[in-house]
């Protein structure tokens, strides 16, 4: 049995929020230059952001 797609963007999700407790973590961020698509976690004060690539 595979793990799923969220299930693996929650794990990614939980050791950033570990690597940067201090900071504001948001999931499914829509930032107006993305225009409709969203960035998976995003650290908006560090210009940060990480996205899950589901076949990998």
């Known amino acids: 049995m595979s793990i799923s797609?969220?299930?693996r963007e929650d794990e990614?999700?939980?050791?950033?929020?570990?690597l940067f407790p201090a900071h504001t973590i948001r999931r499914e961020a829509s930032l107006p230059w993305l225009g409709r698509?969203?960035?998976d976690v995003?650290?908006?004060?560090l210009?940060?952001?990480?996205?899950?690539l589901a076949g990998c």
């Open 5 to 7: 797609r969220w299930t």
């Open 12 to 18: 990614l999700y939980r050791l950033i929020k570990r």
């Open 37 to 39: 698509q969203r960035l």
């Open 42 to 45: 995003c650290l908006p004060e």
């Open 47 to 52: 210009n940060l952001a990480t996205e899950h």
